[in-house]
């Protein structure tokens, strides 16, 4: 079989679609047609095929793609985006998958594709917002992870982008750098970002860090959660003086609780101990990720 020959199939889906109403080529917009991935029977019934889904296990980024598929139950076809170029705890770098470097020229996950004659989506907080259209276009009953008014869902992309730069980020410039002055300025930024985080967790209606239900801003943030608060990457290379100590943190902690019982996250949670040790290659310089290379450029790691 083929490297990338692994993949996981997941539920089918048949939804009834609403009526859609007819649009000139000009004034199309994706909410006003059916995707390309569904397709109607004879008795008007919208079948969804799968999506390409190309992903990697140990990447936190397209895990974020990855919950909110599982959240709202479409239909996928998991594809290996990255393979490790050697076997085991020794990899540096990745085998690219030449389907994905055929709808992402830069190679990188996740990155989803409804088939041909459409354009492929990446970039992880696209994709939430994706699966979150589409799961809308095909009726789906599952909650959106964009609730509220058109005002109300733009605070929530703006709340999701800051996550992603003030509490995903700094984790790289923890482990990567090879400053002790840098790695400790990475810790500060990061801290301070958790923390704002414990305060809208605190001020939440809700056992979600923006009330009653899961949205994009939680979705940006689970797979960090994970790897700093459960794997404990910090602990295991920084050391003791790195810990994010969560009993100051008792809000975020039970957020924490919640997120990680969800079938839709537990459905995309990798072995503790195997997702730590590819952390090892960040943290002793050998990352050869695009990621890795930013940060040893001087960049963050949301500038790739």
Known sequence: SSLFGRSRVARPLALALPSLAPASASKKHFSDMAPTAVKRDSEGVAKMKELEFFSAWFCPYAQRAWIALEHHKLPFKKLDGLLPDQPGTDFVGYIKNPRLLELNPKGLVPTISEGEGTPPVYESLFCIEYADELAKAVGSPT???????????????????????????????????????????????????????????????????MGKQMTAVDIAFIPWAHRIMVCKVFDRFRGPKFAIDMTKRPHLS??????????????????????SDTYKRYA?????????????????????
């Open 284 to 304: 002793d310089g050998t990352a050869q990720s695009q990621v890795g290379e930013a940060l040893r450029q001087g960049k963050a790691a949301d500038s790739v």
């Open 254 to 275: 039970a957020w924490l609780d919640t997120v990680m019982n969800l079938p839709a996250v537990q459905a995309t949670l990798a072995d503790t101990e195997a997702l």
């Open 143 to 209: 909650p959106s992870l964009f609730p509220g008014t058109p005002a109300e869902r733009a605070s929530l992309r703006v709340k999701a982008d800051w996550v992603n730069r003030k509490c995903c980020s700094p984790f790289y410039q923890v482990l990567v750098r090879s400053d002790q002055k840098d790695r400790e300025q990475g810790l500060a930024d990061l801290i301070a970002g958790i923390d704002e985080l414990e305060e809208m967790a605190k001020a939440s209606s809700g056992p979600y860090l």
